[in-house]
């Protein structure tokens, strides 16, 4: 079968499409002729940082597979699946989504509903999850709070301002000047063109903040909080901000009334059918940005690195 590998560490171009062995499914497995596939940060494997090369690999990555989104069709399962049969359409995520198969743990997967497509499902896993547990187990979001997204037109932000709203919450989101009728189209009450206005600046106070930017202070963001508001920090552009934010955050919580917390996403099946449902009622529709062809994953990584994407950028493999 054909994948996208990365064999050593460098720029986009170290990605290489090229003929593998399609995998087995083990014992708690179901292997997916893939249909789609998205990008995420966490794909950048190949830019990983020298300290997280203690984990990932010194010299070259332990594992070349890439990609984690996936959707697809079941081709066959492992002995002890039980909850999904061949022919089944469905969503997850996995290592090496980037390929014409895949194989997923069942306790990562979920059916994909008739009405979602498979470019949409395959939106859904990181983005959609860090969205729904930042909001839902860290923001603790209620119906009627102020919440602000700071990052509202990426792939992350597009999935929060709707959960926000599908949750009965009233929603700002920050984002550019040619992003701003889109994020106000998916749901969002108001919306600031951080070109135009600095929305740290502004006399608006907010329960939750919904940081996936990592643009501003944790003090520039402290006051904009309601005295028992919570600022939830889940992105950045440079993994040296994200783990001093995740230092700091506990600290800065001890000493005001207001609570600072940074979290990573866990990908799970009840998560996943949650938002499947989301999707199916209509109160969720991912945004999709540009498609690539499976040999193109190193250009839409790129893109990706740009800092520009309008929601999710998708791999798609047709039929």
């Known amino acids: 079968m054909k994948a996208i590998v990365c064999r050593s560490y460098g720029s986009p171009d170290v990605l290489k499409y090229e003929e593998i062995e399609k995998p087995t499914p083990g014992d708690n497995e179901v292997l997916i002729k893939v249909r789609a596939a998205s990008v995420n940060p966490v794909d950048r494997l190949f830019r990983a940082p020298h300290v997280l090369r203690l984990m990932t690999g010194l010299r070259k990555p332990k594992n070349p597979r890439i990609g984690v989104d996936v959707a697809g069709q079941v081709e066959t399962v492992g002995r002890n699946i039980t909850q999904f049969k061949p ?141 028992s508001g919570i600022c939830v920090l889940a992105g950045g552009k440079n993994p040296w901000l994200f783990l001093t934010r995740a230092f700091l955050s506990p600290v800065l919580s001890r000493f005001v009334s207001q609570n600072f917390v940074v979290f990573i996403a866990k990908l799970n099946k009840e998560d996943l059918t949650i938002m499947g449902d989301l999707m199916a009622a209509g109160k969720v529709t991912p945004v999709i940005d540009r498609r690539y062809r499976l040999s193109e994953v190193p250009e839409a990584i790129r893109y990706l690195e740009e800092g520009h994407a309008r929601g999710k950028v998708v791999i798609t493999l047709g039929t």
Not at 179 to 195: F, H, K, L, P, Q
Not at 204 to 209: F, S
Request: net charge positive; aromatic share 8%.
């Open 87 to 227: 022919g089944d359409e469905v969503f997850g995520a996995c290592k090496g989504a980037f390929a014409e198969y895949a194989c997923v743990s069942e306790s990562k997967l979920a059916v994909k509903p008739d009405k979602v497509t498979f470019e949409q499902a395959a939106s859904v896993p990181v983005a959609a999850l860090t969205a729904l547990q930042g909001l839902r187990n860290k923001g603790q979001i209620r119906p009627g709070q102020k919440v602000l997204i700071n990052g509202a037109a990426g792939g992350v932000g597009t999935f929060a301002v709707q959960i926000a709203r599908s949750f009965g919450a009233e929603v700002t989101g920050v984002c550019s000047t040619r992003n701003v009728e889109m994020v106000r189209s998916i749901g969002a009450d108001r919306v600031i063109d951080y070109t135009q206005e600095d929305f740290t600046k502004g006399t608006q106070r907010y329960d939750l903040i919904f940081d996936l930017v990592a643009n501003h202070s944790l003090l520039a963001c402290r006051r904009l909080l309601n005295p």
